[in-house]
Nanobody, 128 residues
Framework: QVQLVESGGGLVQPGGSLRISCAASGFTSDYYAIAWFRQAPGKGLEGVSCISRRDGSTYYADSVKDRFAISRDNAKNTVYLQMNSLKPEEPAVYYC?????????????????????WGQGTQVTVSS
C-alpha cells in the first residue's frame, strides 16, 4: 500500500525560505513520479512541481520557476521541495502526490488526474 507523508510546513516571513518533505513508501518499482500541489484558501488545486523517480527529471509551474527546487533522495524514498523567496500570496496547504509514470504522458503538465496517491498536506503560512 502506497503511503505519502509530508512534513516541514510552518510559518515563514515573506521573502523567506522553507523546505518541505514527502516520504513515500509502498512502491514496488521505480516507474512513478511525485508532485507537489498546493491549495490556497478559496482557490483550486495548483500543480507546483514534480520529479520522476526513475530519471530525476523535474518540472515546475511558471509561477515558481527559479524560486523553488524539487529534489529526491532515493535511498530515503523522500522528495523535497525547497521554496525560496516566498511571496505573501503563496500561503497554502501543500500536498504531495504520486502516480505511476513510464513516459506515457508529459509530466510538465502537472495534471492532477495523473496522481492517484495523496498525502494529508502540510500548511505553509507566509506572513510577517
Amino acid at each position: 500500500q502506497v503511503q505519502l507523508v509530508e512534513s516541514g510546513g510552518g510559518l515563514v516571513q515573506p521573502g523567506g525560505s522553507l523546505r518541505i518533505s514527502c516520504a513515500a513508501s509502498g512502491f514496488t518499482s521505480d516507474y512513478y513520479a511525485i508532485a507537489w500541489f498546493r491549495q490556497a484558501p478559496g482557490k483550486g488545486l495548483e500543480g507546483v512541481s514534480c520529479i520522476s523517480r526513475r530519471d530525476g527529471s523535474t518540472y515546475y509551474a511558471d509561477s515558481v520557476k527559479d524560486r523553488f527546487a524539487i529534489s529526491r533522495d532515493n535511498a530515503k524514498n523522500t522528495v523535497y521541495l525547497q521554496m525560496n523567496s516566498l511571496k505573501p500570496e503563496e500561503p497554502a496547504v501543500y500536498y504531495c502526490a504520486a502516480g505511476y509514470y513510464s513516459g506515457d504522458y508529459y509530466l510538465g503538465d502537472l495534471e492532477e488526474k495523473e496522481y492517484i496517491y495523496w498525502g494529508q498536506g502540510t500548511q505553509v503560512t507566509v506572513s510577517s
